[in-house]
């Protein structure tokens, strides 16, 4: 190689590499501290929705809650109209 006959050249394709060696290691570490941030960021935002979550969790329970008694009542009314509807049979008869 030609760098390895001419000392100059040498220690220039030394620099050369020592340079863009450390510009690896800076755009390595920036990449690992946008990477943090972004975590960071997450996490944060995941924290403030924990509320609004529990908040829907208990709407959602009640919203639960509240169809049932409504499917409860609904059976109770279709027995009601069946029972209804065998007498009506009956008395026809």
Known sequence: MLANKNEALKEAAETIYQNNAD???????????????????????????????????????????????KDSALAKKDQYIKELERTISELQS
């Open 23 to 69: 510009q690896i290691i800076r755009w390595q570490c920036q990449a690992r501290e946008d990477y943090e941030n972004h975590e960071r960021y997450v996490k944060r935002k995941m924290k403030e929705l924990e509320p609004e979550n529990a908040d829907l969790t208990s709407a959602l329970a009640e919203k639960d809650s509240v169809l049932a008694k």
